[in-house]
């Protein structure tokens, strides 16, 4: 009797729990058993383990096999088991050295001929063998993604043959190539847009400070074009928060490739469920909250989302995080994102433009509205007001400043902030923002004249303050003055919309 050891990773959501195969040889008739709660793939193994090590010239032991998934009580899924599996039966069998598997960890799917294929969750595994000082083999197809763990041992192969023969010391694996440095890469600017001044300003108020921002207006004037440029002026994401990111999307089968170090953007259609939006299934995976975690999640056409879909983002725009629960595992995905909305004034769009176009009544316009919760819009920081572009406008060529101009901008301006409580302005809670956001005598009575004629709520009153914070840090500023408080007011156009009928207002400008 023969007993080989092989440590591999289980995938259960962004961590990366150890598991380890024990795979005993024994008398008896032949047969190939695998417990520890495998899933169909998993089972499917056998077939695949026994066709690779015979077409790569291994003998493939007339024994009883038994392989055993440690810990037991954990669920395994997925083809990621296949190259531990078959180690550990010829370590079993004396083919290979047993005493050189302890300092590695293996994953990868076995192909019938012996080829290794790329898995999915390669980034989480990385890590977790980085943080226990553990030398990481897997397919030459996770390469890229492996790479990006910078304080990982990292080993590819081709397939079984080139991982035997690194364990018999013959030819010995090469680790991947690590990627350079480079700016993050956006084919589109904030150059492109024409006119649009409180919208422009607006954006670079929500990338300073990580604000949430709603546009409406009428179609066609921008709202999207807009929305879809905020990454670019937003600071670049340092290597600890692109690891992160990558991580995410390598457990949701996204490849992350050249674009790493880009801010993530989702746009989710309004027909997606709940679960798409929060993550879930059988064995829960990240959804589109966490897809755009440290970036931007864009909700076009708000009001046409189903309610029940949108109130599931309430929780994670506070926490910056979200949990799912299943019968088989609960799971914490990070979910902190910009939220950035799009809608229309009312259901046919054409209210306050100008035109006289707008056909609708009170109360279809109300029940649209309605459709977005007051508690949602409560957590949203900046409300524009988007207007058509007159003609002549549009005939100009843009002569807006480049996102490459304004994210220096924002970026002095997110120093100062971190420098200051090391967090964006939008994160500021309880006395932090009794610290930070400290009023004088005008600013605070000017605050609660707004509260009262407003109806805002706390929360409201608390993201006027994070925005009348922000504004200050842009203008360098230490203490927070009438004016940036107004400024922020000024920002809070559905709010005022339902104490009066919504009208733009021009930049900045507030009647409080």
């Known amino acids: 009797m023969s007993l080989a050891i092989v440590y591999t990773r289980a995938q259960l959501g962004i961590e990366s729990p150890l598991v380890t195969v024990e795979t005993h040889l024994s008398g008896g008739l032949p047969g190939f058993t695998i417990v520890g709660l495998p899933e169909a793939a998993v089972k499917e193994s056998k077939d695949r383990v026994r066709s690779a090590l015979l077409n790569s010239h ?99 192969a081709p397939n079984l043959l080139s991982v035997c023969a690194h364990l018999h010391q013959r030819e010995p694996l090469t680790p991947p190539e690590k990627p350079l440095s480079h700016e993050a890469f956006y084919p589109i600017d904030m150059a492109d847009v024409k006119g649009q001044a409180q919208a422009r300003r607006a954006l670079e108020i929500a990338a300073s400070g990580g604000h949430n921002l709603l546009f409406y207006g009428p179609p066609g004037t921008g709202k999207s074009m807009l929305a879809s440029r905020l990454p670019t002026i937003m600071p670049p994401l340092n290597d600890d928060e692109a690891l992160e990111v990558a991580a995410i999307k390598s457990v949701s089968s996204h490849s992350s490739g050249g674009d790493w170090l880009a801010r993530p953007f989702r746009s989710p259609h309004h027909t997606s469920s709940g679960v798409a939006l929060v ?11 966490s897809l755009s975690h440290k970036g931007v999640l864009f909700l076009d056409e708000l009001p046409e989302f189903p309610r029940q879909v949108l109130e599931v983002l309430r929780e994670p725009l506070e926490s910056g995080k979200i949990c799912v629960s299943r019968a088989s595992a609960q799971v914490e995905f990070p979910a902190r994102f910009q939220l950035i909305a799009a809608m229309n004034p009312c259901p046919c769009g054409f209210l306050n433009d100008g035109t006289g176009r707008c056909r609708c009544t009170p109360q279809q316009i109300s029940r649209y509205r309605d459709k977005i919760s007051g508690p949602l819009l409560d957590r949203i920081d900046l409300q524009i007001h988007v207007a058509s572009i007159p003609l002549e406008e549009l005939q100009k060529k843009a002569e807006g400043e480049s996102s490459c101009t304004i994210r220096k901008r924002v970026m002095r301006t997110r120093a100062r902030q971190l420098m200051r409580q090391g967090k964006p302005n939008a994160e500021l809670q309880g006395k932090e923002l009794t610290r930070y956001c400290d009023l004088g005598k005008q600013e605070a009575q000017l605050l609660a004249t707004a509260l009262q004629r407003l109806h805002l709520s706390a929360r409201a009153y608390d993201r006027v303050l994070r925005v009348a ?37 021009p930049l900045g400008v507030s009647e409080y």
Do not use: W
């Not at 302890?102 to 990868?108: D, H, T, V």
């Not at 993550?279 to 909250?289: A, D, F, L």
């Not at 005022?496 to 009208?503: L, Q, T």
């Open 469 to 505: 914070r922000t504004i200050a840090d842009m203008n360098e500023c230490d203490k927070i003055s009438t004016v940036h408080v107004s400024e922020a007011l000024g920002y809070r156009n559905l709010d005022r919309a339902n104490v009066e009928p919504m009208k733009p207002r």
């Open 279 to 289: 993550g879930g299934g059988t064995h829960p995976r990240p959804g589109e909250i």
């Open 58 to 156: 291994f003998e493939f032991p007339q024994q009883r096999i038994t392989v055993n998934l440690a810990p037991a009580d954990l669920p395994k899924e997925g083809g990621r088991y296949d190259l531990a599996i078959a180690l550990g039966i010829l370590a079993a069998s004396g083919q290979i050295p047993d005493q050189t598997l302890e300092n590695y960890e293996f994953i990868g799917e076995l192909a019938l001929s012996g080829d290794l294929r790329r898995i999915r969750g390669a980034i989480p595994v990385a890590i977790a063998c980085g943080n226990e000082n553990r030398t990481l083999v897997l397919p030459s197809e996770n390469a890229a993604e492996a790479a990006l763990s910078k304080k990982t041992d990292v080993l590819i």
